[in-house]
Structures are given as structure tokens and as C-alpha cells.
């Protein structure tokens, strides 16, 4: 199958996977390429790129920033053709303090609301051995299945965790803007993950005139309405068309948004990446 997979994660931040098991993942579901796009870290990428040689797989360091735009959490991707800045390695730690502030806040909130959570038991659920590798909210998901809370992951999430959620917060953070001059000054390409969950297209444009070069248009959350409109917004600006699973693994059956490979683009897409960086 020569698709590729544009969005995935490891157990460098929330994925159940570790980065060579991605890869095995990848090249077992038929893809010809995946790029490993962990929340603020770019931490599982060498060991995925050094699988994606053993096993055949084309890899695509990238990254998924987590961003601010008044009340509304807003990601962007940031995909890169070989060796990542070290500066930008650099700022992305600077997030890691926000990703931990956000945790503890929510963890606060839920003892308010009277569920027993302790950041210990949250921190247990991390899967990465590397320092850099982030603790998110699917991981307090977890807790909170175990725990009998809720009966699944998603549920966690409808009421707790979710932009609705009883125990939802997030701290200051830098806006899309910021995020999008970050992985431009460090040679790569911005684009925006999933803009049909923000429910706001006049942010989608205004980002776009700041220098947003692609949009993911195939996503697991978005319907057949919303790829045709993100397809047409990106072809009317001249932006890169992408699409991925948002591949995390499954927690207790169910997977975080989608499958490995139920999103894909052609290659001629993964192509037209690296030639936007020329």
C-alpha cells in the first residue's frame, strides 16, 4: 500500500507503543511511510527513524505542539526532513513544565470533585524510559478506569478530562502563532491537526495568513463534510493536504481516535512535504 500515516503517537508522550514498535505496526498494516508526531517532545523519533531503516518503513520526524488561542487548546504539527534544530529541541522542553502544570491542576480537580487520584498513580501509567517522554491526559484516563471511575477512556473524557469535562483546565500556554514560527525558523512545516474539532474556521484562516503551510484534512474525528471543506479551504490557499490516525494504541480495547493506517494520504503528499521545505 503506498499510504502514508501523518499522525501518530509513542510512548514518548501518550502512545502505548514504544517508536520501534510503531514501526513494526506500520510496516505490518501495509504503510509505506508514518510520521511520529508525540505531544511537545521529539523524543521517540531517533529510535523510530533507526526501526524505520530495519523494517523498511519510511519515517518523518515530526512533532504535535500543544497551543493556546484564547480558551481553545489548538494543535499543530510540525514535520521535518532529517535532523531536528537543537534550538527548537530546547523550546519544546520549556513545554514540558506546562504539560506537568496541566496534569497536577487536573489531578486537583478531580480530588475536588471527590475521585481519589494521586499524581503518583498517574506518573505510574508512563510508558517511556526517556526523560523526555510526556505524561498526558489518556494516561489519567487510565487511572480513572482502574479505578472504576468510568468505564472506558473515552467516557473519562466526555466527563472529566474533555473540553466539557467536569475536570478540565489547561495553563497558560503559547498561542498557535508562536507554534507555527517555532517550526518554521526550525525548517519544518506547520500544519494544523485536526481543524474540524476546534469548531472555528475563522481561526483556521487566520492562522493560515500566518504562515500555517498545511492542514490536516483526514482525520478519524472529522466526517465527510468537514474533509470536503478542509480539503477545499487548503486547495483554495495553496496549502498541503495531510491526514493520519492520531494513532495513540488501545487502552482497555477502545483506540484514542483511530487505528494505525485508518488515515492515510498517498505518498505524492508525504513528497510535496519535503519539496515545501526547498
Not at 212 to 235: F, K, N, Q
Request: charged share 30%; with cysteine.
Amino acid at each position: 500500500m503506498n499510504r502514508a500515516d501523518l499522525h501518530t503517537h509513542t510512548t514518548a508522550s501518550d502512545g502505548l507503543f514504544s517508536p520501534e514498535e510503531l514501526v513494526i505496526a506500520a510496516s505490518k498494516v501495509g504503510l509505506a511511510a508514518v510520521a511520529v508526531t508525540d505531544h511537545d517532545t521529539v523524543a521517540g523519533v531517533e529510535d523510530a527513524m533507526r526501526a524505520g531503516v530495519k523494517w523498511g518503513i519510511d519515517v518523518i520526524p515530526g512533532v504535535e505542539i500543544s497551543t493556546l488561542a484564547g480558551e481553545k487548546e489548538i494543535h499543530v504539527l510540525g514535520y521535518f526532513g532529517g535532523e531536528i534544530d537543537q534550538e527548537f529541541v530546547e523550546k519544546l522542553r520549556s513545554l514540558r513544565d506546562v504539560r506537568r502544570k496541566r496534569n497536577e491542576m487536573i489531578v486537583e480537580k478531580l480530588r475536588e470533585l471527590g475521585i481519589p487520584i494521586t499524581m503518583e498513580e498517574v506518573m505510574a501509567k508512563k510508558r517511556g524510559q526517556s526523560p523526555e517522554a510526556n505524561v498526558g491526559r489518556p494516561h489519567i484516563a487510565e487511572v480513572l478506569v482502574d479505578k472504576g471511575i468510568v468505564s472506558s477512556i473515552g467516557e473519562a473524557f466526555d466527563r472529566f478530562l474533555g473540553k466539557n469535562g467536569a475536570a478540565y483546565c489547561t495553563p497558560r500556554r503559547i498561542s498557535p502563532i508562536e507554534a507555527i514560527r517555532w517550526i518554521s525558523e526550525a525548517d519544518g512545516i506547520p500544519v494544523l491537526a485536526h481543524p474540524g474539532i476546534y469548531g472555528d474556521d475563522d481561526l483556521v484562516e487566520n492562522l493560515i495568513q500566518n504562515g500555517l503551510a498545511g492542514l490536516e484534512v483526514y482525520h478519524p474525528d472529522h466526517d465527510t463534510a468537514a474533509e470536503r471543506r478542509y480539503e477545499a479551504m487548503a486547495r483554495k490557499y495553496r496549502l498541503l493536504i495531510t491526514g493520519g490516525s492520531d494513532f495513540h494504541g488501545e487502552r482497555h480495547g477502545i483506540a484514542h481516535h483511530g487505528p494505525l493506517g485508518s488515515r492515510t494520504v498517498g505518498l505524492d503528499n508525504v513528497k510535496a512535504l519535503y519539496l515545501k521545505r526547498k
